[in-house]
């Protein structure tokens, strides 16, 4: 199969084209600078992206749910790990229950209906024991659960967990990191009685992976909501799956025959892997290249955090991926697409060895076309203060969300709605302006929240009450959007809109 032909990648915008130019001519050695054409040089800590711009448009949040407390294992060191609750997803169940998951990253899997106290549905952690790890790393432990879309008639539905290489004498699929240090396992499992409020039935291991660092893991499992049966999508399982938090020092992520920095797509239900226990889609992008891993449908990334499917319109995968130092971005995903991690971040070359390290993204050069990569449709900076360290982690992470196509919030319809997991700010795009052939980049707009409550306007570290939020969000089956905080395990619905919609 030939490699996928791929569009021209887009122009930078001209404020973000300044923007890089001034920041270049700033670092640049005094014998090669030259006057900046598009802006005057800007101090140094100043952002190499557009702010995102305050939105009249607001949501109004109402507390849907509380998690209990739980803790990670081994007690952690990390204050970042310390959390009430690490609530980490929230799907609906596809068999018209009303019934929605929620994985908590210390080991459980929880069932809530409307109204009612979320109850323990499997113990992940306890059945793994003890080689079950949860207390070092943000993703590690119990990460996320995918119900096959036939549930309802075969009750079968998959999670990640990971487990402390050391600990356990099974041997990754496919090729490990060198100095492997944490599995993450795709387990299958079978219920005896789908509609049961707790599970009882049977599991089995579908795919282990090698990961050298605790970070970047297996980070979300999916099925395709808009696939239909007997289409080729359907019942495919996609798993974005990390760097292993090493691919800033190497090119691992760019390599084919490597499962890290990509996202994978796999039949949970076939035969023909090297392992036996899935499936190749022969339709992948990479089934028939010599040398590559046929289980891979995009490659190029570092942390691939979140993906959703924009389940009306034009039917696009949307991926928040979390960026190294400065930029946050969400990427419209085709079928053999290039990220450019770690060649690129973003819409910026991206140099693994600078001579300053505050100086590690580059304009894109003028031949970029011939090196096929794929550029945000949405981005952000870090926006750090002028004083910063850029050696230190200033605290940004992207959080990708969903494309709201429910019913209840006129104004929201056809609006991407993500945001920041760390300081919990609510973002949102339009759908029809994340072209990732248009000559710039959607402007990203800073939506306000509301508390349905009090009816005053809040922020989500009010609602959290802490200023590391731990956001998440979360879809039903209808479409409508759910906010979720580690910070006091608590899970909001959006239930309104104040304002006008998005320009």
Known sequence: MPLPLRRKPRLLAPVLAAAVAATAFLTAPAEARTEPTAAPAAAPGDAILPKPVPAKLGLVVEEYTQFPKSEPTPPPTDPRLMRHARINALAELPDGSGRKAVPDLNGKLYLVEDGAQPRAYLDVGATFAPQFFSGQG???????????????????????????????????DLTPQPNTGYHGIITEWTADDPSADTFSGTRREVLRLGFQGRIHGIQQIAFNPTARKGGADYGKLYLAVGDGGTGVDNTEPQNLALPHGKLLRIDPRGTDSANGAYGIPADNPFADRPGALG??????YRDPHRFSWDTGGRNRMYLGHIGQHAVESVYEVRAGDNSGWSEREGPFVFDKDPADPCDAYKPLPPDDDKYGYTYPVAAYDHDPPADWDCTSDIGRAVSGGFVY????????????????????????????????????????????????????????????????????????AAGELYLLAKANGKVWKVTGTRGPALP
């Open 138 to 172: 943000l993703g590690q432990g119990f990460g996320y659960a995918a119900f096959h879309p036939g549930f309802a008639r075969n009750g079968i539905f998959y999670t990640v967990h990971t487990e402390l290489a050391s600990t356990t004498d099974e041997e990754p």
């Open 405 to 476: 196509r429910g019913d209840e919030l006129r104004n929201l319809r056809g609006t991407y709605v993500f945001g920041d997991l760390v300081d919990g700010r609510v973002f949102a795009t339009r759908e029809g302006d994340m072209d990732r052939d248009a000559a710039e980049m959607a402007t990203i707009h800073q939506l306000r929240l509301y508390d349905a409550a009090t009816g005053e306007r809040v922020t989500a570290q009010d609602l959290a009450g802490d200023t590391r939020v731990d956001l998440r969000f979360g879809q039903d």
């Open 295 to 300: 289980e891979i449908y995009s490659y190029g």
